[in-house]
């Protein structure tokens, strides 16, 4: 039987960062935002007004898993809610549970959190994989542990790339027209300059290197700055006040993981477009890209792209993320587009939250009827 314990501070969580490395590299589907680095980077950002609940399982006394959660006040049309959920705020395509066994350490996590003194009003499982050993896990451990009237509900679809096979048959299977457009693209470039794509993802501090190359990166947001992105309201861009620091943090710890992969595109030694990713044992997450206007005929940000997916086969990374949103300009690159869902359980017994069930319901109800309309 596992034993629970939780943690509540980040200090005391670091104390584990061994065991947390060892079982996330076992952990199915992982990637660079289930990091305890990435963690630490988020929390010291944006932990404030949130409560951190990680749960470390136990069998036998030694820890088997992690399951990282947080108590945040979310806005809703019918007020505040105090939510239970994971601490990744859609900067990632999915997250769950560290370990080898998904559907074990959520069912002993879900269970602890029932039982124990509640400070949520709303359960929320969010970025689950669609795919149906996942979602057997979440509905599984939501049913063990007396959750049964969870609602499961879409929550967001994501362009992937599966770099099994090689270049070639990949390459293959795109879209002649595409082919031709990108092979144009590069004879544009070869008019305009000499182009080169330099990749840089170095190994982890402890393997001796670590190195951020702070300059690569500057580059990167000075092409964000110049781009279309630059005039975004989101938010999101990396030289945008409300996150530049946090994403230079996460940069640096990246770096220092080994878990950074910085792609540029140079024409005639001058960097014109760029690709920023994190890497997680062959798990690439695209964060952001970009290019400078200057360029834009040439279709520069199409041939980098080209050029890292090329690399990426040639290194054996196996997955290549490109994170939701913008999916007409991905969809030429994607071999698959997955779902992410999100799995809610509201607490009952309190009226607002009741009434918040009776909506998401009608929501769902809505949103059925609306893709049956539709043909989707």
């Known amino acids: 039987m596992s034993d629970v314990v939780e ?109 124990a003194k509640r ?92 190195d951020p190359r702070w300059d690569l990166y500057a580059e990167c947001e000075r092409l964000a700055a110049s781009s279309w992105q630059g005039g975004s309201t989101s938010g999101t861009t990396l030289t945008h006040e409300p996150v530049r620091d946090f994403l230079r943090d996460v940069h640096a710890a990246a770096a220092r993981t080994g878990c950074l992969d910085v792609n540029l595109l140079s024409v005639d030694g001058r960097h014109a477009a760029f690709v920023y990713n994190y890497v997680y044992q062959g798990y690439v997450s695209s964060l952001r890209l970009g290019f400078d206007p200057e360029f834009r005929d040439c279709g520069v940000g199409t041939v980098l792209m080209g050029h890292l997916l090329r690399d990426s086969f040639a290194r054996g990374d196996r997955l290549f993320d490109f994170l939701p949103g913008s999916l007409s300009a991905k969809r030429r690159w994607q071999t698959s587009l997955a779902q992410s869902y999100r799995f809610t359980y509201c607490r009952p017994g309190l009226g607002r939250v009741r009434l918040l069930s009776i909506k998401r319901r009608l929501d769902d109800w809505l949103l059925t009827r609306s893709l049956a309309a539709s043909g989707g």
């Open 7 to 115: 943690i509540n501070e980040l200090d005391a969580l670091a104390d584990f960062r061994s065991q947390w490395e060892s079982l996330l590299a076992q952990t199915p589907g992982a990637d660079f935002f289930r990091t305890l680095d990435w963690l630490e980077v988020y929390w010291r950002h944006y932990g404030a007004g949130q409560q951190l609940r990680v749960l470390m399982v136990l069998e036998a006394g030694e820890p088997v898993g992690f399951v990282p959660l947080v108590v945040r006040r979310e806005q809703t049309k019918l007020g505040r809610f105090r939510v239970l959920t994971y601490p990744l705020d859609d900067w990632g395509s999915f997250y769950g549970l560290v370990g080898a066994d998904p559907g074990g350490l959520l069912a002993a996590g879900v269970e602890y959190v029932l039982s």
């Open 119 to 210: 400070d949520w009003d709303v359960l929320e499982i969010r970025w689950a994989d669609a795919s149906d050993s996942a979602d057997n896990h979440v509905t599984g451990a939501l049913r063990r542990a007396g959750a049964r009237r969870s609602r499961r509900r879409l929550h967001t679809e994501i362009p992937l790339t599966r770099l099994d096979g090689t270049w070639d048959a990949y390459w293959a299977g795109r879209q002649g027209s595409w082919r031709s457009v990108f092979r144009r693209n590069e004879k544009k470039l070869a008019r305009a300059g000499s182009f080169e794509h330099v990749r840089h993802r170095p190994a982890s501090a402890a393997e001796g290197d670590g």
